[in-house]
């Protein structure tokens, strides 16, 4: 058995003792340093922490003039320590005074040593200090030496997240790592929110750092490492992974770290040093992630998530912990953190507990953003590196308005975002006395607002916001929360108590829409290599048609011989909509043959969501009942650009003349049919669009709740006509170069709109 009993090992075991003892913060560091200089052989130790002002401040030395603790300053990049601080990387010297970057501070009396080895202190890639030993003769530091300063480092980065480290901070300062930070994102939802970070999956605390034997924390690694190599190679041999598939590009990365040669040997080094496995770990990440950060290679930028995740994931098995946060109890006021996330993991948290969404990735129109803003929830997207630099319990402010993010604010930020607050507050106020005036413009045009929703507790908003009805009820949310298919009664109910709350206002169900990025766990499908123009939606329905079947015989039961507006999504033949209709009429005759109360009034709908139809809308339109445009899956299939891809996403604006023309095509043959048309997509619930919108004659808008303030809002003081001939003008053929933005943006000004 290799009991940790020399060299690196036994100073580990020592460190460990030593911030056990009942010692003062400052002599309890004295003493750390004392044990580096002594176990490295070294005639003097120092250790600098970087501090939230960019300055390098010398905490603790061994060798030096003692009067230069907390004296003694460096910038970032200024001498040998703040070079490493700036670069990250260890830096070993025979002649530290013959350094370019040598810079002498007198109070120190460090001219008179020779020998240099100095490692940064790293926490998620991030430096938190410098660590040096210093020797009066000239000497190189041999590789064991430096991988013992490295693996030191690590356990010191452990020990200045505690209380007690706290007491060494000067007042009115800060170390670095606590640093208040602000980020520019792009804002899904508009809003305000005030709270505490909850990190959706959070790092894996390591508790235990020094090894008590190392030849068992080598077989405990061995063993995870074959854990995760199995668990990978299990995912990509599946019979449904498609071949260059962006999924399978990920996992081919995660099997080639996993099995690289110099990554495992780094892992066995550490902990031949003296650290567990999970330490070990986390070492080895730290040293790679502060590498790939200051990279200026994109490639290597991108796979730095891939190896973060890797390495979570064998933290996780190392630890036992395999909890993602929404499985665990959420504080008052969550703002939850991530990378990207989809749809169903954002329904699995306490929705009473959670203010705002903050994600790395993620687009306006992705899925999760829509389900957030159906939730209530202010909602933004790249908001980069925020992940590894905050900590859960971190105070944040998200402002999905201003697009930005302030991450552990100081006092004063946080005293002019309550004033924020306080402010929506009385907006919010000002649109609930407009609820009930008519949505009518000055010129007399009647324009109707609809909520979006998918779940129940969004409809009781419907008295709040004065809408005319739920335009779009996104029927596939139930099916996200739940574990397993919803049987036929639990549709019935669902649908039921939908109807109730809407209080006879007219509420339209979308029919299951399913597949993309909206994942049913326990309805497997094979993988795609574009899941957005695959198998899903009412393709996937058609061919499941025992699944399409039951949803409609529940939606049909829960009219309870009342009305019942069906919509149909994702058509893309006039044949699928046909097809759709006569399962309805299947499951209407099978309705009045089981002697249950047919609905009074059943109209079927189609979804305009794909381009295809807008050239077969003289065949749908004699069919159909009303139609609804999806705007979202419609300017993404017209621009050809993911709406999750953060590199397009905002290339093209969906108002521009092209995508104008293509929605007045829409207006003008529904009209021409006389069948009601409703835009249903994200465009309807911001000002700019919906101006737009009904410059091209479309008045019934169905958006999230939070929107239909601002909309009745602009409506109120909106004189259509002037607005109409403008557009109409621009969208002529030969009007190329239009900005239909920029004119709508001058007519909102000319008439003093709120946009």
């Known amino acids: 058995m290799a009991i940790a009993t020399s060299g690196p090992r036994l100073l580990l075991r020592q460190l460990r003792e030593t911030m056990a003892e009942p010692l003062a913060s400052q002599a309890r560091l004295d003493k750390i340093v004392t044990l580096i200089a002594d176990n490295m052989r070294a005639d003097a130790c120092s250790f600098y922490v970087l ?82 030993v210093q020797s009066h003769d000239a000497r190189v530091f041999g590789e064991d030496e430096i991988e013992a300063m490295l693996t030191t480092a690590t356990l010191l980065a ?64 061995g063993d995870a490492l074959n854990k995760l ?56 990440q730290n040293d790679t992630r502060a590498r790939m950060m200051r990279s200026t290679d994109p490639y290597i930028k991108d796979r730095l998530h891939d190896l973060d995740d890797l390495a979570n994931r064998l933290l996780r098995m190392l630890t036992g912990d395999g909890n993602t946060a929404g499985k665990k109890p959420l504080p008052e006021n969550a703002i939850l953190v991530a990378r ?5 993991e954002l329904l699995e948290y306490d929705r009473t507990r959670l203010r705002a969404v903050v994600l790395e990735e993620g687009a306006a129109i992705s899925h999760v953003a829509i389900v957030a803003k159906s939730l209530g929830l202010v909602a933004v997207g790249q908001a980069e590196n925020i992940v590894s630099m905050s900590e859960s319990g971190d105070d944040i402010i998200v402002d999905g308005t201003a697009n930005s993010v302030h991450l552990r604010p100081a006092p ?82 669902l649908y039921s108590e939908a109807i109730r709350l809407s209080e006879g206002k007219p509420i339209v169900f979308r029919l299951l829409d399913i597949g993309g990025d909206k994942v049913i766990p326990y309805l497997r499908a094979a993988a795609e290599e574009n899941p957005a123009m695959g198998f899903r939606s009412l393709r996937l329905a058609l061919e499941r048609q025992g699944l399409l079947r039951i949803q409609i015989r529940a939606l049909l039961r829960a009219a309870n011989g009342g009305p019942m507006r069906i919509l149909v999504p994702m058509v893309t033949d006039a044949w699928e909509f046909r097809k759709a209709r006569d399962v309805v009429m299947l499951e209407l005759e099978r309705l009045r043959h089981e002697g249950r109360p047919v609905p009074s009034d059943l109209k079927l709908g189609a979804m305009i969501e794909v381009p295809s139809l807008l050239w077969e809308l003289d065949q749908v339109l004699p069919d159909a009942d009303f139609v609804s445009i999806g705007s979202n899956d419609l300017v993404m299939f017209l621009t050809a650009a993911d709406r999750g891809n953060k590199r397009v996403a905002k290339s093209y604006d969906p108002i521009a003349l092209p995508r104008m023309r293509a929605l007045k095509h829409i207006v003008d043959m529904a009209r021409r049919y006389n069948v009601p048309l409703t ?36 409506v109120l003081g909106l004189e259509l006509e002037p607005v109409r001939r403008s557009v109409s003008a621009a969208l002529l053929e030969g009007a190329s170069g239009v900005d239909i933005r920029a004119l709508l943006l001058e007519w909102a000004d000319r008439q003093g709109l709120v946009i």
């Open 412 to 493: 004063d930020m946080v005293q002019v975002y309550v004033d924020k607050v306080r402010l929506n507050a009385k907006r919010r106020a000002h649109y609930l006395e407009l609820k009930d005036k008519p949505s009518i413009t000055r010129d007399g045009v009647e324009v109707q607002l609809y909520h979006n929703s998918g779940l129940v507790a969004d409809l009781p908003m419907l008295q709040d916001t004065g809408a005319a009805g739920v335009g779009l009820f996104r029927t596939e949310l139930q099916f996200m929360i739940a574990s397993r298919l919803p049987r036929l009664e639990e549709q019935v109910a």
């Open 51 to 132: 501090r939230d002002d960019g300055a390098l401040e010398l905490f603790a030395n061994r060798g030096f003039n003692p009067e230069a603790v907390h004296m003694t300053t460096l910038r970032l990049g200024e001498g040998l320590v703040g070079l490493i601080a700036k670069q990250a990387e260890f830096l070993s010297l025979n002649n530290a005074s013959s350094h370019p970057a040598f810079a002498y501070r007198p109070e120190t009396g460090e001219e008179a040593f020779l020998a240099f080895l100095g490692v940064p202190v790293l926490r998620a890639g991030q430096t938190l200090g410098v660590l040096v």
């Open 679 to 714: 835009m249903c997509g994200e465009l309807a619930g911001r000002t700019v669009e919906a101006l737009a919108l009904l410059s091209i004659g479309m008045t019934r808008l169905s958006m999230s709740p939070p929107s239909i303030g601002p909309i009745r809002e602009m």
């Open 158 to 221: 452990e020990m200045m997240s505690t209380a007690d480290f706290e007491a060494l901070i000067k007042p009115g300062q800060d170390i670095d790592l606590r640093r208040p930070r602000s980020f520019s994102v792009t804002g899904f939802s508009d809003g305000v929110a005030l709270g505490h970070v909850v990190l959706h999956d959070p790092r894996v605390v390591v508790s235990n750092f020094v090894a008590e034997d190392t030849e068992v924390e080598i077989g405990r690694l």
């Open 340 to 344: 990207n996330m989809g749809p169903a």
């Open 229 to 284: 190599r199995l668990s990978i190679d299990n995912m990509l041999n599946r019979g449904d992974m498609v071949p260059f598939s962006d999924h399978r590009e990920i996992l081919e990365s995660y099997r080639m770290f996993a099995h690289d040669r110099g990554w495992v040997d780094r892992l066995n080094e550490a902990i031949n040093n003296g650290l567990t496995a999970e330490a070990a770990v986390e070492r080895v």
